[in-house]
């Protein structure tokens, strides 16, 4: 059931945060990959366990800007 949700967030984020001019594709998925996962809700030691990389915040990785150096 996350991956409607993730898949969702990740629309909007990229909805929000246009690729600078010149990105390429797999840049786009590395900056929303990247917010998704930084804003992720980890503060229990057991999220990773029972959620991955943790309780998806899409509000917070919202805040989080396009990085088009990430490889």
């Known amino acids: 059931s996350a991956t409607p949700q993730a898949a969702a967030a990740a629309a909007l984020w990229l909805a929000t945060h246009p ?11 590395e900056a929303v990959r990247h917010a998704l996962f930084a ?4 503060s229990h030691p ?3 366990k029972f959620y991955g990389r943790g309780v998806l915040k ?3 990785a919202l805040g989080i800007n396009f990085d088009a150096t990430l490889m």
């Open 19 to 29: 690729a600078p001019a010149g990105a390429e594709p797999w840049q786009r998925v």
């Open 58 to 60: 899409a509000d917070a």
């Open 46 to 48: 057991e999220f990773e």
């Open 39 to 42: 804003a992720a809700d980890r």
